[in-house]
């Protein structure tokens, strides 16, 4: 094994090593605190710093860097202002661009802002789970054993999703769900977690409506379906999406090493 490839085996190990906690308070709480991403972040740019020196030399290993470190910095700050969010994007997204010719890797940016356009379009409705694919992106742009057909993060974000479908459908098929609507399932308005348990139902001018929840909405939606005196409502259970992207990675890694 070379000093590369050995330096993307450290990325992908500080991954995963970051990915133990975030897991367990994913299962606990549905929530993941930025420690956890922080401690990804710092050593997996690092570490990838390091691996683009040896192949690339030190010009595009700063701008690599710099421009992580900024777009990191983003995505770890949710309560910035669209519009002071703005400058240390860009300027990130430029540093990478400019890092690409130098031989740095090129899907970085390209992930990292797909995941980002996902996020906003509620296509990715958890923010630790963005954040995650976000920071993966940036710090293992290629398998360790360079076997892989996609970039990590795009493939344990496909993997992952289709391991929380059929997690979806089988809770809610030892729930009871119908036929017709194989991911919800009703439940007791006092007894829906809303850490666990999205209402895909509110009430709007007092009339029951179909809605999409959100982490932060949910609460909010039973608390008016218990006011306005709703005894059931639909769910849909919320899957733990981390520990998916953490098996997901592990078996796409092994399989990659293998191919």
């Known amino acids: 094994m070379d000093l590369e490839t050995l330096i993307k085996a450290a990325s992908f190990l500080v991954f995963m090593c970051a990915m133990v906690p975030a897991s367990m308070a994913d299962i606990r709480e549905r929530r993941v605190p930025d420690r956890c991403w922080v401690a990804m972040a710092v050593p997996g740019i690092i570490v990838e710093s390091c691996a683009i020196s040896i192949e690339s030399g030190p010009v595009p290993t700063m701008m690599y860097l710099a421009g992580s470190s900024l777009l990191t910095l983003y995505a770890l700050c949710p309560r910035i202002s669209e519009s002071a969010a703005v400058l ?16 740095a890797p090129v899907s970085p940016l390209p992930m990292f802002l797909m995941f980002l356009a996902m996020y906003r379009l509620r296509v990715i409705p958890g923010g630790a789970d963005a954040k995650c694919l976000m920071i993966a992106s940036l710090i293992l742009p290629e398998w360790p054993s360079d076997h892989g057909i996609l970039p990590p993060a795009l493939a344990m974000a496909t993997a992952g999703s289709a391991m929380s479908a059929v997690w979806v459908l089988m809770v809610c098929r030892m729930h009871g769900s119908s036929a017709r609507f194989p991911t919800v399932y009703r439940k007791a308005v006092g007894e829906a977690d809303a850490r666990r348990e999205w209402p895909v139902q ?25 006011a306005e005196g709703c005894s059931e409502v639909s769910v849909t259970p919320v899957a733990p999406f981390i520990p998916m992207l953490a098996v997901s990675a592990l078996l796409l890694a092994i399989a990659a090493a293998f191919v």
Request: with cysteine; aromatic share 0%; proline share 10%.
């Open 88 to 103: 240390p994007t860009v300027a990130g997204s430029v540093l990478l661009i400019l890092s690409i010719p130098g031989g």
């Open 202 to 226: 509110d009430i709007v001018g007092g009339r029951a409506v179909r809605c999409r929840a959100t982490p932060d909405s949910a609460p909010e939606i039973l608390g008016r379906l218990k």
